[in-house]
């Protein structure tokens, strides 16, 4: 049997040591060598990217800008609820004293008027009766002045103008 030099096992073996020798010599060099740093040969830039370098520094402070009005939307909100809940708090008892009293001078008013037999009797029992109502309602609106102010909720922030991106220029039309 003659003996080619092309066979398979020759490729296989050709193969397998080609593979070998180029996997030996990346192997062997770890740490590349020194090189030297380019220049600052770097191209000019052209218009369209000047403008899109200022649109990205322009749309990041705006998204800066942004995000911290809402953390102090946000935060100013939380005071805002906090010192509603304390006026409201404080409120409450000023209401149910005033309710407490409208319905102690109606109950009078209602007993007395179920025990009164003249028209001036019963007109003098519902004068006394408002008499009473616009004495409340001066000790509770009082009462209310003295505890200041309601809180007002803090006004949303505008976000402001959105940067516009520049327009990428077209390439102009081949004269032919």
Do not use: C, W
């Given at each position: ?7 398979s096992r020759?490729v ?15 192997i062997?060099?770890?740490t ?19 403008a ?23 935060a100013?909100h939380?005071?805002f609820s906090?010192a ?10 000023i209401?149910?004293?005033f309710k407490?009293e409208l ?11 179920a025990?009164a037999?003249t ?8 004068t006394?009766?408002k ?17 200041g ?25 081949k004269?032919?």
């Open positions: 049997m003659k003996s080619t030099f092309l066979n020759n296989a073996l050709l193969v397998a040591a080609g593979l070998l020798a180029g996997t030996g010599t990346a062997a060099d770890e590349p060598a020194p090189t030297a740093s380019p220049t600052a040969s770097t191209k000019p830039q052209s218009e369209y990217q000047k899109r370098e200022a649109f990205k520094a322009s749309l990041d402070a705006y998204i800066a800008n942004r995000k911290s009005s809402q953390t102090q939307y946000k100013a939380e005071a906090i509603k809940k304390a006026f409201n708090d404080a409120r409450k008892p209401q149910e004293a407490s319905a102690s001078a109606k109950s009078v008013r209602d007993a007395a008027l025990l037999t028209a001036e009797a019963k007109l003098s029992i519902t006394t009766y008499a009473a109502v616009a004495a409340a309602t001066l000790k509770r609106d009082a009462a209310i002045a003295a505890l102010l309601a809180p007002v909720a803090p006004a949303k922030p505008t976000a402001g103008v959105r940067p516009t991106p520049p327009v990428k220029p077209t390439k102009a039309p004269a032919s």
